[in-house]
Structure formats: structure tokens, C-alpha cells
């Protein structure tokens, strides 16, 4: 079956509650074990001291380590990566620092896609550097050898450890080649140290793009986002191998960041409408897209729809994306004074950040997502004090365009 349909039921037996077509909220702290033997084996699985047997039923523990909701939405969202497993969180950066402390080591080399998202960037600058752990940045100009260049020149390069990728960036949606990146991390990887490809796929999955079938080792996942796709929310995940997966679940189990079994449930009700939202998003945003490109107070809109033939970009948005997504941005003619006018005179779209939800949000990049970007830096990203970005909802369409027309008209 396709995914949508087993987000119906995959991964719940109606039998373990009253039949109950819906699986209801576990809103328990601890387990009871049935004898101490069963304790026994399933902390011995829980803590990596040893692999589950085919054959055995690992049960539950401690809501910190796992929940019936949490594990039942994990059996859901892996489906759409097709992956072997996935770990849910109760941020999306709680998935990002996780997998980045359990993969890197003070002493530990990695490189990154910019621009990147802020907490990402913040984590990377302020966290990971006092750790002794170093990041090397590269853009969507970059080739194969300018990164390898930058891995060579640097003093660790004999640690490098991971390709971390967010692809498209935000909020430009430049794109950055996984085909590349994979081929990267191959070619430096070792029997005693692989390099591992993890793609935050946050702006485009995990309906548009599949990384780990282009050879990523984790993607993940602000579930927060299309996920969810309700602003009600905060929640993150990473999908990946099982051999992967389990590392990452156990220091999670230490961090203590699993979500709670409310915010379990809750996706589960957001993934049975998660294609069809985002299908409904793509197609607004598309209309929204064309009518910008035509305006005459919008002087460029960035949005993978209208990438040109023949570009490199345009390859690799044809090699890797299943769709152009619903995000987008646009320069306004004139300035942060033009870009404030337009945004204080929007209706129907709602002045704030995040993005991916059934209601359509705007915002100013240069002052409120990405102010934290050294100006130097934002001129390299386009990030302009003209810069609108759009996340796209499911209202229609029609109604979208009259609320952003009447809103121009102001500017
Ligand atoms: C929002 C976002 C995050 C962080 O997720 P939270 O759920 O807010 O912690 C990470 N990456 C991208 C691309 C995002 O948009």
C-alpha cells in the first residue's frame, strides 16, 4: 500500500484499547513488567547492551524511553522515507543536537551547507565550538573540489565525520546537490570512520524529496512544520538505518528529549492528512508564484518553480525534488520600508514565523528569522531588507491572491 493509506493504521492493533478505531492518548509515566526477566531483557535492549532477537516482543519501559504513541508514530513516519527506523523528538532541535552529539566528538570535523537554519547556526557557532567540535561552511556555488579543498586545508581534516545539508536553504531555496554531498562523503569515508550524510529535509519532506534514497545516512525532520501542518505543535524527528536509529534513540533516552504522548498523537492525526495538505499548499503556491513574477512592485521571486532551464540549479532540482514545495520569497521594489508596508497590510496571511501550516504566514527575513547573520553574509544570501518570505496554506487560492494584491496596492 502507499503511505497515505497506512497512516491510516500501521503500527496500532485496536485490540489494545476497547477497539477503539483511533489510538488513544498513553498518558502514563512507567510500565508494568510482567515478570523481572522481562524488565531485565528489555532494559538490556533500550540501553545498546545488546540487539533484539528476531523473534522477541521488546515492551515498555519508562515514558523517557518510549510510549506507545511516540513508537506508534514512529512506525508511521519511517514509512514515507521508507526507512528502517525513526526517532521522534520533542523539537526539531532537539533532533538536530542529538544527532550531531552522538555522531561528533570534541576533536571532530564536519562540514555544512549555508545558509543554514538560525538555531542550526547558532548551535553550530556557539555549542559545537566550545566542545572542540568544528564546522566548515560551504555554499550552493560550491563545487565537489572547493569542499574538498576546505576539508584539506583544515588541521582536523583527518576527523572529518559528517556532510550536514539543508536543502533548499532558507530563505532563498537555493539548492545544494545530495547526489554531490554523497559522493563526498564516500569517497572520505574509511572501514574505521565513515562519513555520514544527514540532510535536514524540513522544506520539502517528506512528501518533495527523499534523501536516504539518494544517499543519505539520516534526514530529519522540524515536525514541527508540514508534519504537523496546524501551528499548534513543536516536534522533530530523524529517520535513517536501524543500526543508526538505535544509537540515536539511546542518547536520546539520556537527553531526555522525547516528545510527549499528547504531541505523539497529535501527529498522528496530522500525518493522515499530511499528502493532501501539502499537495494543496504546492498548488496555492505555484498560482501565488506566478502572480508575483508578473507584478511590477515585485522585483525577483525565489521560488523552485521558476528556477530557469538550463541552470545548474534547475539540474539539480531535477534530479532530487519531487515537487517545487509551497515556500517562497521575493524581493518588493524599494526596501525594509516597502517590505514592512506590504507586511502590515496582509489580511488573510499572518505576520508570523515557521512555516508549513494550513494557514499561510509571512515574514522579514533580514529582521526577524535571519537578523542573527553577519550583514556580509546576508548580501552572499540574498537575504535583502526587500526580502519577503511566504509559507503557503490551503486556503484557496483566489483569496490568498487578493489579500497579497490588496496588500501591494498599500506599498
Ligand atoms: C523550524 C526548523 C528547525 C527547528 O525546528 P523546531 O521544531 O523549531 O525546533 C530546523 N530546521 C528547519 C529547516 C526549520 O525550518
Known amino acids: 500500500m502507499?503511505?497515505?493509506?497506512?497512516?491510516?493504521?500501521?503500527?496500532?492493533?485496536?485490540?489494545?484499547?476497547?477497539?477503539?478505531?483511533?489510538?488513544?492518548?498513553?498518558?502514563?509515566?512507567?510500565?508494568?513488567?510482567?515478570?523481572?526477566?522481562?524488565?531485565?531483557?528489555?532494559?538490556?535492549?533500550?540501553?545498546?547492551?545488546?540487539?533484539?532477537?528476531?523473534?522477541?516482543?521488546?515492551?515498555?519501559?519508562y515514558s523517557r524511553l518510549n510510549n506507545p504513541n511516540v513508537e506508534i508514530l514512529e512506525d508511521r513516519l519511517k514509512i514515507w522515507d521508507a526507512a528502517e527506523d525513526c526517532a521522534c523528538f520533542n523539537s526539531g532541535m532537539s533532533a538536530i543536537s542529538t544527532v550531531f552529539f552522538e555522531f561528533l566528538k570534541p576533536g571532530s570535523l564536519f562540514v555544512y551547507s549555508a545558509p543554514i537554519y538560525g538555531g542550526t547556526h547558532h548551535f553550530i557557532q556557539h555549542v559545537?565550538?566550545?566542545?572542540?567540535?568544528?564546522?566548515?561552511?560551504?555554499?550552493?556555488?560550491?563545487?565537489?573540489?572547493?569542499?574538498?579543498?576546505?576539508?584539506?586545508?583544515?588541521?582536523?581534516?583527518?576527523h572529518m565525520k559528517m556532510i550536514y545539508v539543508e536543502t533548499p536553504a532558507n530563505p532563498t531555496n537555493h539548492l545544494f546537490s545530495l547526489r554531490m554531498c554523497s559522493e563526498i562523503a564516500k569517497g572520505l569515508s574509511k572501514d574505521e570512520n565513515k562519513v555520514l550524510l544527514v540532510v535536514d529535509n524540513t522544506y520539502m519532506g517528506p512528501i518533495w524529496q527523499h534523501p536516504l534514497e539518494l544517499g543519505a545516512d539520516l534526514v530529519i525532520y522540524s515536525a514541527t512544520k508540514y508534519i504537523a501542518g496546524h501551528s499548534d505543535l513543536i516536534a522533530g524527528a530523524v529517520s535513517g538505518s536501524k543500526q543508526l536509529i538505535q544509537r540515536v534513540k539511546v542518547l536520546r533516552t539520556f537527553f531526555g528529549n522525547l516528545p510527549s504522548p499528547n504531541t505523539g498523537w497529535l501527529l498522528m492525526r496530522s500525518l493522515e492528512t499530511m499528502k493532501i495538505r501539502m499537495e494543496q499548499q504546492q498548488a496555492n503556491a505555484k498560482l501565488i508564484a506566478q502572480y508575483l513574477s508578473k507584478h511590477?512592485?515585485?522585483?525577483?521571486?525565489?521560488?523552485?518553480?521558476?528556477?530557469?532551464?538550463?541552470?545548474?540549479?534547475?539540474?539539480?532540482?531535477?534530479?532530487?525534488?519531487?515537487?517545487?514545495?509551497?515556500?517562497?520569497?521575493?524581493?518588493?521594489?524599494?526596501?525594509?520600508?516597502?517590505?514592512?508596508?506590504?507586511?502590515?497590510?496582509?489580511?488573510?496571511?499572518?505576520?508570523?514565523?515557521?512555516?508549513?501550516?494550513?494557514?499561510?504566514?509571512?515574514?522579514?527575513?533580514?529582521?526577524?528569522?535571519?537578523?542573527?547573520?553577519?550583514?556580509?553574509?546576508?548580501?552572499?544570501?540574498?537575504?535583502?531588507?526587500?526580502?519577503?518570505?511566504?509559507?503557503v496554506g490551503v486556503e484557496h487560492a483566489d483569496d490568498l491572491i487578493a489579500d497579497i494584491e490588496k496588500a501591494l496596492e498599500k506599498v
Open 296 to 391: 511590477p512592485k515585485v522585483a525577483k521571486v525565489y521560488y523552485l518553480g521558476l528556477l530557469e532551464k538550463g541552470t545548474a540549479q534547475w539540474d539539480i532540482f531535477n534530479e532530487q525534488c519531487k515537487g517545487e514545495g509551497a515556500m517562497l520569497s521575493f524581493d518588493i521594489v524599494g526596501g525594509e520600508k516597502e517590505a514592512f508596508a506590504f507586511l502590515n497590510h496582509l489580511k488573510l496571511i499572518q505576520l508570523a514565523v515557521s512555516l508549513g501550516s494550513t494557514e499561510s504566514l509571512a515574514e522579514h527575513p533580514a529582521t526577524m528569522t535571519h537578523i542573527d547573520i553577519p550583514e556580509n553574509e546576508k548580501k552572499i544570501m540574498n537575504i535583502t531588507s526587500s526580502l519577503v518570505r511566504l509559507s
Open 2 to 61: 502507499q503511505p497515505e493509506s497506512l497512516m491510516m493504521t500501521a503500527g496500532y492493533d485496536k485490540e489494545w484499547s476497547q477497539g477503539a478505531i483511533k489510538c488513544p492518548i498513553f498518558q502514563t509515566s512507567t510500565f508494568v513488567f510482567n515478570k523481572a526477566e522481562e524488565g531485565k531483557a528489555f532494559f538490556e535492549v533500550a540501553y545498546g547492551l545488546r540487539e533484539k532477537d528476531a523473534a522477541e516482543n521488546v515492551g515498555l519501559i
Open 128 to 158: 559545537l565550538t566550545a566542545f572542540g567540535i568544528e564546522g566548515i561552511p560551504f555554499g550552493p556555488n560550491d563545487t565537489k573540489d572547493d569542499i574538498l579543498q576546505k576539508i584539506n586545508a583544515h588541521p582536523l581534516k583527518d
